[in-house]
Structure formats: C-alpha cells, structure tokens
C-alpha cells in the first residue's frame, strides 16, 4: 500500500470515527462535560471557596486543570476500549483487517479516535470552565504536549482492554475499579504537598499524578513533581503500551484465529 | 492463464485442537467460477480465512495472485473482495458510508468511492436507500450491501461464503445474473453455498472439502460427465455420506 493510499485509509478512519463521536454525542460529548460541570459547582464554587489557597492558587483555579485532563483521560479510554470492542463483537473490525492496511495502521485509527475524542470532550469542558474560573495559560507547548500523549496514552491502554474484553462486563471493570481511583487519586483534587511524606510517596506510584500535574504547570505554572519527570513518565508508558498494543496486534489477539 | 488462488499442502490446527485444514492443495485460475462446497465444518470458512487474513495457517503456503496472503499481506488483501457469512457492517451507519468507507481502507479517495459506489448500489438495487442506516433493510438487501462493499475497490478475486442463506428465491435468481455478469467481465468468483442447484448453476469448477482434505476438485463439467445423468446434489451427498460412512 502506497504512502497516499495510507494516508486516505488513515483519513477515512479518522472520518469514521469523527461521524460516529458526533452521531452519538449524547453519550460521548455530553456526559462528561455535565459531569465536570457539577465538579466545578459543587467542589469549585460551593465548597472550594471556603478552602485555603493551594500553591497561591484559589481552589477552582487548582482543580480545574486537573478536572479538564480527568475528562481527557476517561474520554479517550472509554473511545477506543468500547470502539473496539463493539467493532468486535459485531465482526466490524474484519473490515479494516481484510484490507490491505497494516496493524500499525489499524490502531494508529483507533488510537486518532480517542485521542479526538479526549480533545473535543477536553475543549468543551475547558469552555464550561471559563464560566467558573479565569484561566491563564502559562505555557502553551507544555499544555499541548500533555494533552496530546496524555489520550494518546489512555487511548492505547483503552485499546488494550478493548482486545482483551470477551464480555460487557470486561470494558467497564478498568475503568471502574481501576481508571476512576487512580484519577480521582491523582492529584485532581489537591497537591500531595498538603501529604505526610509517606503519603506523598505514596501518591508518586500512581502515573496519572504525574500527568495531571503536566498539565496543571502548562496552565498554572506549578507542579508538585518536576515537569521533566512527568514527561518521562508520559514517554515511558507511551512505550510500553505500544509495544503491548503491536504485539497484541501481530498476535492477532482477540480478532484472528 | 495464472492462478487467482494457489493453495498448497495448506493446515490450519486451532488453539482447541481441531484439525481444521489438513494439508490442502488446490488452485483457482484466474476468470474461473469456483464453487468451493462442504458440510459445515469441513474447513471452507477456514480456508476462505486463511485467503483473506483473518485466519492464520498453521502450515503450508497459500497465495493470492503469486502474493503469500501473510509474508506479502497487504498485496495480497488489495486483490480480494469477500462477502462473510454473517452480517458485519455496522448498522447504525448510512449504507453509502458502509461502502465509502471499505474503499477507502483500499486508499481510494472519498469523492473517488462516491461516484464508483452509484453504479454498484444502482446494481444491486440499493441506490434509493443509499441515505438509510443499514439497520433499516431487509435481510436480502442487507446481503446485497455486503456484496456491494466488498466489490468497491473493483477486486479481481470475490470470495462469497453462502451469500444467499435465507434469500428468497426470486433475489437469489437476480444475485445470479449480477455474479454471472461479474464474472463475465473478468472477476475470479469463489462460491461457498449449500445450494448445490447454485453451484451447478454458477460455477465451471467444483472443489468438495470433508473433514479439513479436498475429496475432489475438478471443472463441473468432468464431474457430471464423470456421474453420468446424476444432479451435483446427487454426487456430493454419495460422496460426503461414503466419506463419512453414514446417510446424511
């Protein structure tokens, strides 16, 4: 298959994937954006305004970027780890694998679609945001950065669970038990500075602090981990996963007999 | 004349154990009209999985075109249409995107696979719901969009596994004279069906598959001759029954 025809394959998917995220943008636009809208209510307006600033930062201000990235995160592995998985419960996904595009191909769509996903539902959250807190962008390169391996990442490990779910039940247990309480242990809600030190230790186990706070220092300017560290760690597990999604792939886990 | 398909000494043993394919060889010639027949279980959807990437062999050399379908895959893929048993498009998506799209996975252009995709559709008499969601059509029209999406990349070989299950008769007749013209104009067709008056109908060679071994394969007419005045049904279900010792 020639570069061009890759690229129209690619584009197509992306298409594809756009088309079905706004065809059904009650279940994919939507909630998450009332769901952050109430955080930014409840926790931001009501109860953050009789807390201490955090960092010199008042409460909304603090969490808003962590509740922007919360949305990002769940909307991109909730993308591809459902996409992928109705694509193979209903066979769908023979489509793309009788054509001649290759595996890499296959999952850079899959993963484009999450990472779509996370930013339009990221964009409209940031809009509602703005009705609750005043937002200064402290560095543009580091913000997008974040954004973008942040549901590239979350995209892959949603791809992941996708391959190996054998139930409906098999796509909501990650994100259930797993995805939601690292997030909301994150670093959303509070700096791990206002931790004991073993707390604090604690916390730096879970790799969603770390993006979270990418992404705060991109806004605001402050991070309770150094930012290359962060980074690292984005890299890191970018890698990983990856690597697991081709092998899987070359495998033909899940799809091919 | 070179071969659409050439399998050799092909197996396929699953992870369960099942010896699906046990060391087939067969060619399909490039314009022939192959009617690939079975019982259920035999190995056909094996064998046609294996031609399309869905299936990897276990041993043996399978090739589309000269192209080996998983050393050269993407070659190989770009020459085949196939129209799966079931139904696998998505439903909730408009019936020209359901073909749209399959082409351009091929890398053929949006604007490009909307003007191919008229003739096809008009065709297969689904151009007046091109607009609707798949899940609004009769079950033969749901059949004819399948055929219509496997066909928008204008393939040279077109693998229908039991493309008329459940079509009435009269869309059956009509779904012949359209594979019939298809073949007339150069495409190498294989057949799986289990209407056997089908593959009589259809088909210049016949190639009957038991238990994972090819137990004949020649043209149909050698095969007629060969039984005298007896039906294709006739033929396979004597063979099928001596191979399998029991009356079907």
Known sequence: MSASKMWTAYLTVMRKELVRIFRIWAQTILPPVVTTSLYFIVFGTFIGSQLAPIQGLSYIQFIVPGLIMMSIITSSYMNTVSNFYFAKFMRNIDEMLVSPMPDWLVIAGFVSGGVMRGLIVGFFVLLVSLFFSHLAIFNIFILVAAVLMTSVLFSLAGLINGVY???????????????????????????????????????????ILYMVNAFRYGFLGVSDVPVWICFSVLVGFTLIFTAIVAFLFKRGMGVKN | MASA???????????????????????????????????????????????????????????????????DASRAKTYIGLVPQEFNFNIFEKVEDIVVTQAGYYGIPRAQAIKDAEPILKDLGLWEKRREPAQKLSGGMKRRLMIA???????????????????????????????????????????????????????????????????????????????????LEDIYINLIEGENGQTI
């Not at chain 1, 038990?177 to 030190?197: A, C, D, H, K, R």
């Not at chain 2, 046990?22 to 999985?49: H, R, S, Y």
């Not at chain 2, 088909?203 to 238990?211: D, E, F, G, M």
């Open chain 2, 149 to 231: 999406r496997a066909l928008i990349h204008k393939p040279k070989l077109l693998i229908l596994d039991e493309p008329t299950a459940g079509v009435d008769v009269e869309l059956r007749r009509h779904m012949w004279t359209f594979l019939r013209k298809m073949n007339a104009e150069g495409t190498t067709i294989i057949l799986t069906t289990h209407y056997l008056e089908e593959a009589e109908q259809l088909c210049r060679t016949v190639a009957v598959i038991n238990k994972g071994e090819i137990l004949i394969n020649e043209t149909m007419q050698n095969l007629l001759e060969r039984y005298g005045e007896k039906k």
């Open chain 1, 165 to 207: 779910a054998k139930g409906f039940d098999g796509i909501s247990i990650v994100p259930t038990f797993v995805l939601t309480p690292l997030t909301y242990l994150g670093g959303i809600f509070y700096s791990i500075s206002q931790f004991p030190e073993f707390w604090q230790k604690v916390s730096l186990l879970n790799p």
């Open chain 2, 5 to 71: 398909v050439s399998v050799s000494n092909l197996k396929k043993t699953y992870d369960t154990g099942v010896e699906a394919l046990k060391g087939i060889t067969l060619q399909v010639e490039e314009g022939d009209f192959f009617a690939l027949l079975g019982p259920n279980g035999a190995g056909k959807t094996t064998l046609i999985g294996i031609l399309t990437g869905l299936v990897y062999k276990t041993g043996g050399e399978a090739e589309i075109f000269g192209h080996d379908t998983q050393t």
